[in-house]
């Protein structure tokens, strides 16, 4: 399942997606957002207690209330469309805390024998950004509030479902302001939303990564 996205977006072009102005300062406007992975902070698109669009920095990875430091780890990373409007964890969040993050690219990983996973990097054929559904939450820890969301999942399309059997649930742009909450929707019609993609995709295999370079005064290591 996906463990990682880029969105290859500057914070001005994600807020344009969004449909918010870059009132906040969050973000200097022409850094470029890139790579995400489990425990990031990730911009993602809600309403907020006025029921405007805002982007909130929330960490990918829901609370695990096992763990006395939830810095040090999540209990989720993903919710599952099949069963999210019925699953305890997920319940809530999904009546009430709906949102939207935008990345140009996400990995699946592939079982292979013995173990290991191979990476692949998943793209629009036309290049263009993706909606990601989300669902989040918020707890008041000892450390301070935590606010953190759930990637939701669909089964895989094709060419995907080659390499693994779940995938990010991708939205049509004409949904998201019904899937944030924008527009009303029975439960029913905003999981039919949450459907393997259909548009058409590309799948290519993730360049190992590069060694950083040695600096010519670093002694080599044997």
Request: proline share 7%; with cysteine.
């Amino acid at each position: 399942m996906c463990g990682k996205f880029e969105a290859r977006l500057t914070w001005n072009e994600y807020c344009d997606l969004a449909g918010v102005p870059d009132e906040d300062g969050v973000i200097a406007p022409a850094t470029v957002l890139r790579v995400f992975t489990p425990m990031s902070r990730v911009p993602v698109l809600h309403l907020n207690a006025a029921r405007k669009r805002r982007v909130t920095l929330m960490r990918w990875g829901w609370l695990d209330p096992k763990l006395a430091d939830p810095a040090r780890g999540f209990s989720h990373l993903h919710a599952r469309s099949e069963e999210i409007e019925r699953t305890p964890t997920w319940v809530e969040p999904f009546r009430n805390a709906r949102g939207v993050v935008f990345t140009k690219s996400f990995n699946i990983g592939e079982e292979l024998p013995g173990g290991r996973i191979k990476q692949w990097v998943c793209t629009r054929a036309d290049g263009g950004a993706m909606a990601l559904a989300v669902i989040a939450s918020s707890w008041r820890l000892v450390q301070g509030q935590l606010t953190a969301f759930a990637m939701v999942t669909t089964a895989s399309c094709a060419p995907l479902d080659l390499k693994d059997e779940r995938m990010p649930a991708i939205l049509k742009t004409e949904d998201i302001a019904m899937w944030i909450g924008e527009e009303d929707a029975t439960q029913a019609k905003l999981k039919s939303l949450l459907r393997p993609f259909e548009g058409s995709l590309v799948v290519r295999e993730q360049e190992p990564s590069r060694p950083k370079p040695r600096r010519d005064d670093q002694p080599e290591l044997f």
